[in-house]
């Protein structure tokens, strides 16, 4: 069984330790954990990563953020993943810094990554796995924020919440989404 995994974020260095990119962050220590390395290919780099005897597609998009869909379509197609098999990992500025949600579908919240994937794929019937970044931020200040770096404390904090969504992901392609969502939303 093939799955795709998805961490939205943008491509260039001065995006690389934002919160906006904490899609890509997560892959990168799922790969890291499992000696696994990213190449470039067509609208993106990607790695596979096998995980009881499932094979895992990561996938971080070089569409940058709001043009996401592009190549998450491609790579469905590319690689014949059903949609079921897709998941999504994106930031969420209402959630409290390192809370995890995964849903099985929903709205785009905002998000103009999920609005763009959504869009392209039809329909918003995918899985999703959102990092809460928190939204400490003045009114009007959103873009400053996500494009944002972390704090000192948030720096500290991450490698063990990157941790935890990468037992999310191969959960997801292990043991499903609702099992999934059981276990991780409560945490």
Known sequence: MKYLIVGLGNIGAEYADTRHNI????????????N??????????????????RTLVLLKPSTYMNLSGKAVRYWLDAEKIPRENLLIISDDIA????????????????????????????????????????????????????LGEWTAEE??????????????V???????????MNFFNKK
């Open 23 to 34: 899609g890509f962050k997560v892959l990168d220590a799922l790969a890291g954990a499992s």
């Open 155 to 168: 720096r500290e904090a991450l490698p063990e919440r990157l941790k935890v969504f990468g037992d999310a």
């Open 170 to 180: 191969l959960s997801f392609a292990t043991i499903g989404v609702e099992r999934t």
């Open 95 to 146: 959630l409290p810094f390192g809370t995890l949600r995964i849903r099985q579908r929903g709205s785009a919240g905002g998000h103009n990554g999920l609005k763009n994937i959504a869009e392209l794929l039809g329909s918003e019937d995918f899985a999703r796995m959102r990092f809460g970044v928190g939204g400490d931020f003045p009114r009007g200040h959103q873009v400053d924020y996500v």
């Open 36 to 53: 696994t390395l990213f190449t470039t290919a067509r609208y993106g780099d990607v790695a596979e990563l096998k995980h009881k005897g």
